[in-house]
């Protein structure tokens, strides 16, 4: 195998951004059924190395230090051959954003009032205690613009079952990457 055919094998075959609540991980588990890989998440990824969840690590060693996990963590998320979902922050990075060039990338969309019903009082979301809507609507205007930078196909995710969804993103995967 060539190098260049190496580096394919081991890239994500998708990578899934957006908001909180947007169904990156629902879909990002079919996904990566119906393309016979693995599933990702970066959250988990950061919760296996922390040692504890993310509502401790923002609480104990505040948010720097998960950004810093994640962004570790999106680095090696990179490197496999599987599904990809990114946690909802992680595009504030720079050096995340870069190395989300050139990589099947699909921004998952739902409005506020569909996230708000899908999160509903969900404590293990630090960044959405309080009010969620509008917290949600905060991070959505804060972020909609780097998930748009780094995605190839947006795919809104109302009104979609998740199987709707993950459809979508393999027709849009599969218009960019025919083979």
Do not use: C, H, W
Not at 77 to 101: C, I, M, P, S, W
Not at 135 to 160: F, K, M, N, S, W
Request: hydrophobic fraction near 45%; avoid cysteine.
């Amino acid at each position: 195998m060539s190098e260049r055919d190496d580096s394919r094998a081991r890239r994500p075959r998708v990578v899934l951004v957006g908001p909180p609540a947007a169904g990156k991980t629902t879909v990002g588990r079919l996904l990566a059924d119906r393309l016979s890989v693995p599933f990702v998440d970066t959250d988990d990824l950061v919760v296996a190395r922390a040692g504890k969840p993310v509502s401790d690590i923002f609480v104990d060693d505040g948010e720097e230090e998960f950004r810093r996990l994640e962004a570790d963590a999106v680095v090696e998320a990179l490197t496999r051959d599987a599904v990809v979902a990114l946690g909802g922050g992680a595009v504030l990075a720079e050096r995340t954003r870069a190395r989300l060039a050139g990589r099947p990338v699909v921004l998952l969309t739902a409005t506020v009032p569909t996230s708000a019903g899908r999160v509903g009082l969900n404590r293990d979301r630090p960044l959405l205690l309080g009010n969620p809507r509008q917290q949600l609507r905060a991070l959505l205007d804060a972020r909609l613009p780097l998930y748009r930078e780094v995605a190839v196909a947006e795919i809104g995710t109302d009104d979609r079952t998740p199987d709707e969804v993950a459809d979508a993103v393999l027709a849009a995967v599969t218009t960019l990457d025919p083979g």
